[in-house]
């Protein structure tokens, strides 16, 4: 059974910073690779960062050197830093495992204003 719980989202200024959080509840999560994901009302949920179990890293173009993605497997949480940010970064942003997309967690909303 998986859980997702993300945190860390809230209200902040275009230019500053956030750092997200993931707990899963994941049987064997460092076998897994895993990715933040960000949703805006009106469109389709979209792969923001991802990170495989043995670390390699992928992210979204225009987030790409503002954007931190790691993981810690002892604890199983994924974390995103979020810098620089803008107001086009607002969204609900969510955890999941690369592939699987029948459960999702609440999210965290991230509300960047200008």
């Known amino acids: 059974q998986v859980q997702l719980v993300e945190s860390g989202g809230g209200p902040v200024q275009a230019g500053g910073s956030l750092r997200l959080s993931c707990a899963a509840s994941v049987r064997s999560f460092s076998n897994y690779a895993m990715g933040w994901f960000r949703q805006v009302p009106g469109k389709e949920r979209e792969l923001v960062a991802r990170?495989?179990?043995?670390?390699?890293?992928y992210y979204e173009h225009s987030v790409k050197g503002r954007f931190t993605i790691s993981r810690d497997n002892a604890k199983s949480t994924l974390s995103l830093q979020m810098n620089s940010l803008r107001p086009e970064d607002t969204a609900v942003y969510y955890c999941?495992?690369?592939?699987?997309?029948?459960?999702w967690g609440q999210g965290t909303k991230v509300t960047v204003f200008s």
């Open positions: 990170i495989s179990s043995a670390g390699s890293i």
């Open positions: 999941n495992i690369i592939g699987r997309s029948d459960y």
